[in-house]
Nanobody
Framework: QVQLVESGGGLVQPGGSLRLSCSASGFFLNEYPVSWYRQVPGKEREFVAFIGSAGAITNYADSVKDRFTISRDNLKNTVALQMNSLKAEDTAVYYC???????WGQGTQVTVSS
């Protein structure tokens, strides 16, 4: 069964950091490009960051550029999103997905609040 699993979310103060992890079952994540997305209630899911299958190509939404870093460990079959200098507006449920997309996972909640 193809499944994506996001983890690492939590509650953090403004200016803090979190590291999210994306793993998969039913397929090898290291064979695919992967993106992170986020969604807040009442809004559409939005793109956050992209990484190519080899890890050499990355791309970021303007809102997270220079604060977030996407990376992958193809031996561990995971993709990480390091989030630094977090802001209240980063609060959302974060999802990962491959390209082409698989079914969405449950996501992981990130809350930035003092």
């Amino acid at each position: 069964q193809v499944q994506l699993v996001e983890s690492g979310g939590g509650l953090v103060q403004p200016g803090g950091s979190l590291r999210l992890s994306c793993s998969a079952s039913g397929f090898f994540l290291n064979e695919y490009p992967v993106s992170w997305y986020r969604q807040v209630p009442g809004k559409e899911r939005e793109f956050v960051a992209f990484i190519g299958s080899a890890g050499a190509i990355t791309n970021y939404a303007d809102s997270v550029k220079d604060r977030f870093t996407i990376s992958r460990d193809n031996l561990k079959n995971t993709v990480a999103l390091q989030m630094n200098s977090l802001k209240a507006e980063d609060t959302a449920v974060y999802y990962c997905n491959r390209h082409p997309a698989a079914s969405w996972g449950q996501g992981t909640q990130v809350t930035v609040s003092s």
